[in-house]
């Protein structure tokens, strides 16, 4: 299993380079989720992305703010290779720097960075008891104080939304083969089991209500496949004004790590 996953992500990184399509081809979805982790990121802070793919997201951010460090880590190498390609091109505010690591054993010590984010990758682990390995070692490298933010798809808005899909007559839509989405429940009982404060920020609702429901019932618009449809367009920008409805497969659980 995590073979397949490996080599599906090594290939992407091949096909795709330094494009957003190494990790998603839906650059709505990702600049919503990119503007979200940036809400939670000011200047002078230290941030750990973890898999961060080629380094799309956090040059953008690295860009934004001028940071005290910023490392991204990925277990695909050749993701790795990407971003530092990407990285040599790039105009930074504040220093990157990209290695190759696994989100269940991070190389880094406890208590290290202010700000530590995951963007759809504890979903690519392939049970809840390795994705509690992942959110482990995520909290253990923040600061006291310090946040984590896992930005990821969720199971409960899955399920949610094919109800509204299946009164129009419409297919369920399905997770990829390797993908686990994360059961809200689950991680609500866990991170309150281990007396976590947390906050969840349902950033895509509208944004899926029109690119995975509206758009499906308008005849004009299936003549565009991809995600460049208008009708995701106009909700993306819905999306920036309104927010809620919890419709949204990806959601961003913002946690406080205690202080002690
Ligand atoms: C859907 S992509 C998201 C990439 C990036 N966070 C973004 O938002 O563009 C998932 C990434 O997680 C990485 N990944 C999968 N399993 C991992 C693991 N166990 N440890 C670290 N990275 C992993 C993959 O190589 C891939 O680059």
Redesign the pocket.
Same mark, same amino acid.
């Given at each position: 299993m995590?073979d397949f996953?490996?080599n599906f +992500?090594e290939n992407?990184?091949e096909k795709y380079g330094a494009s957003?399509e190494?990790? +998603?081809g839906d650059v709505y979805a /990702?600049d919503l989720?990119i503007n979200n982790i940036a809400s939670h990121i000011s200047e002078g802070k230290s941030v750990l @992305? %973890? &898999?961060?793919?080629?380094g799309?997201?956090l040059i953008k951010h690295a860009q934004n703010f001028k940071l005290a460090e910023s490392n991204g /880590? @990925?277990?695909?190498p050749k993701?790795v290779e990407m971003a530092n390609m990407a990285l040599a091109k790039a105009e930074n505010n504040s220093p990157i720097h990209f290695s190759v690591? @696994? /989100? =269940?054993c991070l190389d880094f010590p406890d208590a290290k960075f202010d700000i530590v984010y *995951? *963007? =759809? %990758?504890l /979903?690519?682990?392939p049970n809840w008891q390795e994705q509690i390995k &992942?959110i482990d070692e995520c909290i253990r490298v923040t600061k006291p104080g310090g946040k984590i933010i896992f930005?990821e798809a969720f199971w409960e808005p899955l399920v949610k939304l094919n109800a509204l899909r299946i009164i129009f007559g419409l297919p369920s839509l399905v997770e990829h083969d390797f993908n686990r989405y994360l059961k809200k429940s689950n991680l609500n009982a866990y991170l309150n089991s281990i007396k976590t404060e947390f906050e969840v920020n349902d950033f895509s609702s509208l944004y899926y209500l029109g690119s995975r429901l509206i758009r499906d019932l308008i005849p004009e618009s299936k003549t565009f496949v991809g995600y460049d449809n208008p009708v995701n367009k106009i909700f993306h920008n819905i999306e920036k004004d309104f927010s809620g409805g919890d419709v949204g497969i990806q959601q961003a659980y913002i946690i406080k790590k205690p202080l002690s």
């Open positions: 995590m996953i490996y +992500w992407q990184a957003h190494a990790s +998603w /990702i989720e @992305d %973890v &898999g961060c793919a080629n799309f997201a /880590i @990925d277990f695909s993701m690591g @696994d /989100i =269940r *995951t *963007t =759809r %990758v /979903i690519n682990l &992942g930005s």
